[in-house]
C-alpha cells in the first residue's frame, strides 16, 4: 500500500485520500508518495497499447491504491468523453523529419485550447471518487473552487460543468502593469520576412481574450497569485469553513499544488513516453531531453517523477521568460520573492509563486524535511532562502535552464515558422529561444522534445503580430484568431466560435477571388463563345454569393451571442478583509 509523507514531516504518513482531499498537511507541508510505482519493459508495452482514458486510470491506480481501479478507468472514461477528447489529443510531431531533432509534445488540441483542459476533464473526477469515500464527507455535496488565469478560465469551467459537480471559478483578469494606452491598439507590423521593425512591448499590454472567452466565470481584477492568495487566507478560517458546511457542503479550492492536479501531468508525462517508444526514430533505451516552459514548476516536477518512474528522460530544461526567479534559483541557489512580477509576451509565464517549488527542493535536498522548514521560514521572514551547495548541485544534474526576453520570444516563434511551417504559442517559444541558445554552447545531440501547453490561438495579439505581414486591428482578437488560421489551416478550437466564423467568411471571400482569377485566365479561350463565358460568370457569381452570405450568417450569430454577454467584474482589493469578505460572499452565494 503506497503512503505519502508531508514535505516538512518524514516521519508521520498519510494515506492516497488524505493526499488528495487535504492538499497540505497538518505541518504545512505538500504531500509526496513515500516511494514511486515503477514501471517496467512489459508495463511500458502494455500501456502504450491502451486506449487515453485507460494510460490516465492506469497511472493514477499506481499512485491510488484506495480507489479501486474500475472505478478510475470508469471516471477517467467519462471524463475524457465528456470533454471529446480524440484518441490523438496528446500530439507528438516532429517538426524536421529531415533531422533527428526537435520534436514537440502538444497538450493543447482539445476545446480549451490548453493543457488544462486535461486537468479540467480528470481532477474533479479523482475529487470526487475520494469525497464520496471519505467517512467525514458522507452526505455533503463537493463544491469545487478554481483560481485560474482568464485565458484558461474557459477550460476549467467547461470541464467543471460536464463533471456535473458543483463549481465557481475566478478568472483573474488584471493586468500587471495597468497603464494601458487604447491608441496604441491599432498599429502595424512589418512584413514577416523583411523584419525590421524593433518589437513592440506595449503589445503586452493588449488583451489576448475577450468577454465571450471568459463566459461562465467570476472575473476578479486582481493578479493570478493574489487571487491564490486570498482563496488560501480563506481556507485557514475555521470559523468561515464551518459556515460552509453548515450548509452541507466541503469546500475544495483547486490549486497549482494539488495532488491530483500533479497526479494528471505525470499521467502525461508517461504517456509522451509511450509515444517515443513506438517512435522508430528512437532507439531501444534512448534517452532524450525535455524543454518545459515553467512559471510555477508543475509541469518540471511532473516530469521528474515520471522519470522516477522509468521514462527515459535525461535532463529537463525549465525555461523562463525576464520573471527569471526560478532560473536564478537553479543558477545561484538563491531565491528572492522581492522582485516585482514584469508584463511579457509570454503571459502564462508571469507568475513569482512557484506552487511546487517545495516539492521540487525536497526531492533535490535527498528529502530533507528539516531543510525545508528552515527555508519557508526564511521566505516567510525576508522573502528570500538560500539552499545549501549539495541541494544546488543535485538539482543543476537534473536541470539545465535559460530565459527569453520578448524579442528572442518573438524570434522563436518566426523560427519555428520559418524552419519548420509550424505555428507556436509565445510560452512555447520562450523553450525553443531557450534552448537554440543553449544548443550553440553545447555538443550535446540528444533528441530534444519540446512541451507545448496551450495554443497559439490563445495568444492571438503576440502570435498574429510576429508572424503575420500586413496591417492589423489588435483589438479584435477573433479576427487575428482568423487570420492565424487563414496562415496556418491549424484548426481554430470550439470555444472561439466567432474566430471560427470570421475565418469562414475571409476563407470564402478568398475563394472568390480565386475564382475571379481563374476566370479571368480562362476569358480569352472563351472570346468567341458569349454564351459559355457568361455561363462561367453566373456561376462564379452564384458560387460567391452563396458561401459569402454563409460566412456572413455565421459571424453575425457569433457576435450576437458575444452582445448578450455582460460580464460584471468584481475589483477586490484582496490584500485588505474587506475584499476578503467580499470574496468570502461570492463562494457562499453559489451555495446558497
Known amino acids: 500500500m503506497l503512503r505519502y509523507l508531508s514535505t516538512r514531516d518524514s516521519n508521520t504518513f498519510y494515506t492516497d485520500i488524505d493526499a488528495i482531499l487535504s492538499d497540505t498537511a497538518k505541518d504545512d507541508g505538500v504531500f509526496v508518495p513515500e516511494t514511486f510505482p515503477q514501471f517496467t519493459e512489459n508495463d511500458w508495452e502494455y500501456f502504450a497499447k491502451m486506449p487515453l482514458h485507460e494510460k490516465f486510470s492506469y497511472v493514477f491506480s499506481k499512485f491510488i491504491n484506495n480507489l479501486p481501479e474500475e472505478e478510475l478507468k470508469k471516471a477517467c472514461k467519462k471524463a475524457i468523453s465528456n470533454m471529446q477528447f480524440e484518441e490523438n489529443y496528446l500530439r507528438f510531431n516532429e517538426l524536421n523529419e529531415y533531422s533527428d531533432y526537435p520534436y514537440s509534445f502538444e497538450l493543447w488540441h482539445g476545446p480549451g485550447a490548453s493543457y488544462h483542459d486535461l486537468m479540467a476533464a480528470l481532477v474533479p473526477a479523482l475529487y470526487k471518487l475520494a469525497h464520496d469515500r471519505h467517512a467525514d464527507r458522507i452526505g455533503k455535496k463537493l463544491l469545487l473552487v478554481k483560481a485560474s488565469e482568464a485565458e484558461s478560465a474557459f ?35 512589418n512584413k514577416r520576412k523583411k523584419q525590421k521593425n524593433k518589437y513592440n512591448k506595449k503589445i503586452n499590454l493588449i488583451k489576448n481574450y475577450s468577454d465571450l472567452d471568459l463566459f461562465g466565470n467570476t472575473v476578479i481584477d486582481q493578479g493570478i497569485d493574489d487571487l491564490d492568495r486570498a482563496l488560501d487566507e480563506l481556507l485557514q478560517n475555521e470559523e468561515y469553513l464551518e459556515q460552509i458546511n453548515s450548509k452541507g457542503y466541503s469546500i475544495q479550492v483547486i490549486r497549482d499544488y494539488s495532488w491530483p492536479v500533479l497526479l494528471v501531468q505525470i499521467a502525461y508525462f508517461c504517456i509522451l513516453h509511450a509515444e517515443v517508444l513506438n517512435n522508430e526514430k528512437f532507439v531501444a533505451n534512448e534517452i532524450y531531453d525535455l524543454v518545459v516552459p515553467s512559471s510555477d514548476l508543475s509541469n518540471v516536477l511532473a516530469a521528474l517523477y515520471a522519470k522516477a518512474c522509468g521514462t527515459r528522460v535525461a535532463s529537463i530544461i525549465v525555461a523562463a521568460n525576464k520573471n527569471n526567479f526560478l532560473t536564478e534559483l537553479i543558477r545561484t541557489g538563491r531565491y528572492n520573492m522581492n522582485k516585482k512580477v514584469q508584463n511579457t509576451n509570454s503571459p502564462m509565464l508571469n507568475r513569482f509563486c512557484p506552487e511546487n517549488l517545495e516539492r521540487l527542493l525536497y526531492e533535490f535536498s535527498q528529502r530533507d524535511a528539516e531543510k525545508i522548514t528552515s527555508w519557508y521560514s526564511d521566505l516567510n521572514d525576508s522573502g528570500i532562502f538560500k539552499l545549501d551547495k549539495n541541494t544546488l548541485s543535485n538539482m543543476n544534474y537534473l536541470l539545465n535552464y535559460g530565459y527569453a526576453d520578448d524579442a528572442h520570444t518573438r524570434q522563436g516563434l518566426i523560427n519555428a515558422y520559418n524552419q519548420y511551417d509550424h505555428i507556436f504559442d509565445p510560452n512555447t517559444a520562450v523553450g525553443l529561444a531557450v534552448h537554440s541558445r543553449l544548443e550553440k554552447n553545447s555538443n550535446n545531440k540528444r533528441k530534444t522534445i519540446y512541451v507545448s501547453l496551450t495554443s497559439p490561438y490563445m495568444y492571438p495579439v503576440i502570435v498574429a503580430e510576429a508572424i503575420l505581414g500586413e496591417d492589423l486591428d489588435f483589438a479584435d482578437v477573433d479576427e487575428l484568431r482568423a487570420r492565424v488560421f487563414i496562415e496556418s489551416d491549424l484548426n481554430i478550437p ?29 476569358q480569352e479561350f472563351l472570346a468567341g463563345d ?7 460568370i453566373n456561376e462564379i457569381k452564384e458560387a460567391e454569393a452563396e458561401e459569402l452570405e454563409l460566412a456572413k450568417r455565421q459571424a453575425e450569430l457569433a457576435a450576437a451571442n458575444l452582445e448578450k454577454i455582460k460580464l460584471e467584474i468584481k475589483d477586490l482589493e484582496l490584500g485588505n478583509k474587506h475584499g476578503l469578505d467580499e470574496l468570502a460572499d461570492l463562494i457562499l452565494e453559489k451555495i446558497g
Open 530 to 536: 458569349k454564351e459559355a463565358r457568361e455561363i462561367l
Open 155 to 189: 477550460a476549467w469551467t467547461k470541464g467543471f460543468t460536464e463533471s456535473g459537480i458543483e463549481h465557481l471559478v475566478f478568472a483573474a483578469d488584471s493586468d500587471i502593469n495597468k497603464d494601458k494606452d487604447k491608441s496604441d491598439n491599432k498599429r502595424k507590423s
Open 494 to 522: 470550439a470555444r472561439y466560435p466567432l474566430a471560427q466564423a470570421k475565418a469562414s467568411l475571409i476563407a470564402a471571400e478568398i475563394e472568390a477571388d480565386e475564382d475571379k482569377k481563374k476566370f479571368y485566365g480562362e
